[in-house]
């Protein structure tokens, strides 16, 4: 390998020193201050992109925690859920009259019963998210528990939308109707 000045600014000639440049200010030869000019100049580039660099690992990093909290607002939202809810058994049935929340704020409960919760995980006033964690699905369209399906984890209802839920359960169970008003 040739040591030019392209072979050694690639890096394909590794033989390369560290050196110390020291020289008197009165001189005026500009060929003295040229490579300690280029030099200063590298690392003051070297330590601009690393403050960019930073900065954009910090922009990432808080654009990572927004998407992950939610930047719904936190406080009451004057809006209501309703929640019905029907237990049956082989035995009869038992409905519940409607439960309204209002105002509906991040962290409200707003459903628990047969091994199921559903909390407020963020809400505005155009829609809410709401997670849940249990044995609930939306039935099939004529009404039926589909066996095969997985428990919903996360709802997302727009303002006037509603849905229904069912548990995965044979002997007794639970179907839950939340409207977002």
Known sequence: MFPDAENIRNGLYPVTANFYVVYRKDND??????????SVTERRRRQKMKKVILVCVFLMLSLMAVALTGC?????????VIVE?????????????????KPVKRGDLIFQGFDSTITVKSVNDKKIVLDVDGILVEP??????????EPLTRIVLESGQSIQLVSLSMDAGVRVNIGFK
């Open 85 to 101: 809810s029907h237990y049956w058994s082989e035995l009869g049935s038992t409905p519940n009259e409607p439960a309204v929340i």
């Open 140 to 149: 099939t369209p004529d009404g039926r528990i589909d066996f095969s399906k």
């Open 29 to 38: 030869n500009p060929n003295i201050s040229r490579p300690v000019n280029r």
């Open 72 to 80: 719904a607002n936190s406080g009451p939202v004057d809006k209501a």
